[in-house]
């Protein structure tokens, strides 16, 4: 069952396939303007049939975030009939599609497409009352701070720096403090336990730095997205400061690689934190288990630069 969504991708005049690019020779100071596919598959694979099965995917782009679009989206199920596929916002805007299978013999498999765009010359800016949410400004059960995280909040605070200056000092205390390891934690370790041992996947990093920042005041938001490159899914952080003409002005900064994001990071959804944004969940009724294998690729569309250029591999 197909349910294709949205308008087919019609920004660039000729959209080339860049898939063989070497896109870290790319001079990513001088494109204006991107273009990028994100291909996922997600195939369930049971000890026996299933029924009734319910699944939560929040895998897709949402339709704007920033200067960044979603030009066209499509949802495939392979191996089982749907009964029903549909797609809304939920209450933070992010993209979800709930979907219904009645029966599932052995296997199922859904493929997601999106294709996105991203332009570098628009400011990212968000509703003033933002800055005021308590979603973005209280603890969450996975980003409490205590102990050490605790003290570091008291020695961010002691510098006296303020709003941005503030977050980015903060952004860059996490990634000199903490080690990318894998297997280490799960998608349930705290952000006081991943600090403890000083190590985790991105997912803990930005835990950690949301800890932190709404620790000292800033309402900040969990992001999972994309990064080109990478080979799989990333998390970061944002954080809303005022931009003194009522708005929020939103500052992305990924706290694994210790830097403001750029151009080859692709936003999915933002939340409180990771369970927010959980890009597969649901249930299903049976007495065996089931086995969930994931493959996703992100591929370069078009480059432009402000002379029009498709390339700009250095």
Same mark, same amino acid.
């Given at each position: 069952m197909k349910l294709?969504?949205?308008?087919?991708?019609?920004?660039?005049?000729? %959209?080339?396939?860049?898939?063989?690019?070497?896109?870290?020779?790319?001079?990513?100071?001088?494109?204006? =303007? #991107? @273009?990028?596919?994100?291909?996922?598959?997600?195939?369930?694979?049971?000890?026996?049939?299933?029924? $009734?099965?319910?699944q939560r995917l929040v895998v897709q782009? $949402? /339709?704007?975030?920033?200067?960044? $679009?979603?030009?066209?989206?499509?949802?495939? *199920?392979?191996?089982?009939t749907a009964k029903r596929v549909r797609a809304a916002p939920d209450a933070f805007g992010n993209h979800v *599609?709930?979907? /219904?299978? %009645?029966?599932?013999a052995e296997q199922v498999t859904f493929l997601s497409s999106s294709v996105v765009e991203r332009r570098s010359d628009q400011q990212h800016l968000a509703a003033? #009352?933002?800055?005021h949410d308590r979603r973005l400004l209280d603890t969450t059960p996975l980003t409490a701070a205590d102990g050490d995280l605790d003290a570091l909040i008291n020695d961010l605070r002691d510098t006296r720096l303020q709003g941005s200056e503030l977050a980015l000092a903060a952004c860059h205390r996490v990634y000199q403090l903490m080690t990318y390891a894998?297997?280490?934690?799960?998608?349930?370790?705290? &952000?006081? /336990?991943?600090? @403890?041992?000083?190590?985790?996947?991105?997912?803990?990093?930005?835990?950690?730095?949301? @800890?932190?920042?709404?620790?000292? +005041?800033l309402p900040s938001r969990y992001v999972s997205g994309q990064l080109l490159g990478s080979g799989g899914?990333?998390?970061?952080? /944002?954080?809303? *400061?005022?931009?003194?003409?009522?708005?929020? $002005?939103?500052?992305?900064?990924? %706290?694994?690689?210790?830097? #403001?994001?750029?151009?080859?990071?692709l936003t999915v &959804?933002?939340? =409180?934190?990771?369970?927010?944004?959980? %890009?597969? #969940? +649901?249930?299903? *009724? &049976?007495?065996?288990? +089931?086995?969930?294998?994931m493959r996703k690729r992100v591929s370069l569309m078009r480059i432009d630069n402000d002379e029009g250029e498709d390339k700009l591999v250095s």
């Open positions: 294709p969504l949205g308008d087919e991708f019609d920004s660039f005049d000729d %959209p080339v396939d860049l898939t063989g690019v070497d896109t870290s020779a790319i001079d990513w100071t001088r494109v204006r =303007r #991107s @273009a990028y596919v994100i291909q996922q598959s997600i195939t369930y694979q049971y000890d026996g049939p299933v029924h $009734r099965l319910r782009p $949402r /339709e704007h975030h920033g200067d960044q $679009r979603r030009v066209s989206r499509r949802v495939e *199920v392979v191996d089982a *599609v709930d979907i /219904e299978v %009645p029966y599932v003033g #009352s933002l800055l894998h297997d280490v934690t799960t998608v349930r370790t705290t &952000a006081t /336990e991943a600090f @403890a041992k000083r190590t985790g996947v991105c997912q803990d990093f930005a835990h950690v730095l949301l @800890a932190i920042t709404r620790g000292l +005041g899914s990333h998390a970061w952080v /944002e954080v809303l *400061v005022p931009d003194g003409a009522g708005h929020a $002005r939103v500052m992305a900064l990924d %706290p694994t690689h210790g830097c #403001s994001i750029g151009m080859t990071y &959804a933002v939340g =409180r934190d990771y369970a927010d944004v959980a %890009p597969v #969940s +649901g249930s299903y *009724v &049976a007495p065996h288990a +089931g086995t969930l294998t």
